[in-house]
């Protein structure tokens, strides 16, 4: 994996069999859900479950989606699994202010030292528009990313544009807050898979990288559409060759202008390629 991930599977946390499929399925990141995903008289078994993997190292990342922080699970969440030798980090649901996270990180100290990284899933219009002091919280937010489902109930959309907003908001926001770029919210339709990667090309084309998956099908439909083409490729190494032999501003033959950002850019496109 490179530094970018590009796949994050979610698993319920209250199905260990399907959490440890998820551990050998290829994802980049594996998100154990204790909110959404577990029904409200399985949350103590999800949490005491999950606490229990995470006793060990596990062969990939491994983050878990503690429940809302205004919720009466959150706290017995954090106290359960943030301690955990084999936790990565933590994704908060439903943040909408910059206290929530300056709250979790106080008390989110990994088995390791230091405060665990943290993720926020901004889900209602409020957070949507909070979403740069959300991003610029605290040192230890290495994320941000939008909640579509909650989100669109929340702003009575129908259409699947009418989050594109939002969407463009939250990507500018991270870039802002110097984070790396959000990932996508799932595909819900787990059979839909061409309409899945016609959403992966549109996302991308916003600004994302990567995406959530709520089934191991979904990973290499993100993947594949995640990771740059031969042409981006052969257009990065020119970039990056032409700043290795000039520093600053310059233009390409083919008149591409080339500066620090375009360069920093063909950078990372050419680590996501070492994946292919």
């Known amino acids: 994996m490179t530094d970018f991930p590009l796949t994050w599977l979610y698993a319920p946390g209250d199905r260990p069999a399907v959490v440890a499929k998820a551990l050998v399925s290829g994802a980049d990141v594996v998100v154990v859900d204790l909110e959404d995903a577990v029904a409200p008289g399985r949350k103590a078994y999800a949490r ?40 990565s980090g933590l994704r908060l649901p439903k943040v909408s202010s910059p206290s929530e996270v300056v709250r979790v990180a106080r008390r989110a100290l990994s088995a390791h030292g230091g405060v665990l990284p943290l993720y926020a899933l901004l889900e209602s219009a409020l957070a949507v528009e909070r979403a740069h002091a959300v991003a610029a919280a605290h040192p230890a937010l290495r994320g941000i990313a939008i909640g579509e489902t909650d989100l669109r109930a929340d702003l009575g959309v129908r259409d699947d544009a009418g989050l594109d907003w939002s969407r463009s908001r939250v990507v500018v926001a991270a870039r802002a807050a110097g984070l790396a770029p959000p990932a996508q919210s799932v595909h819900p339709d787990i059979r839909d898979l061409e309409g899945l990667a016609a959403s992966c090309a549109h996302g991308r084309a916003l600004g994302f990288l990567g995406r959530a998956a709520i089934h191991p099908r979904q990973l290499p439909v993100i993947e594949r559409a995640y990771l740059p083409g031969e042409e981006e490729i052969e257009q990065a190494e020119a970039i990056v060759k032409a700043a290795a032999t000039e520093q600053g501003a310059q233009a ?14 063909a950078q990372r496109t050419l680590s996501l390629a070492r994946r292919r």
């Open 252 to 265: 390409l033959p083919d008149g591409r202008f080339v500066d620090a950002a375009v360069v920093a850019a």
């Open 48 to 87: 005491a479950a999950t606490a229990e993997l995470l006793r060990d190292p596990q062969p990939v990342p491994v983050h878990v989606r503690v429940n809302a922080l205004c919720g009466p699970w959150a706290e017995a969440d954090l106290a359960a699994v943030a301690p955990a030798p084999g936790l």
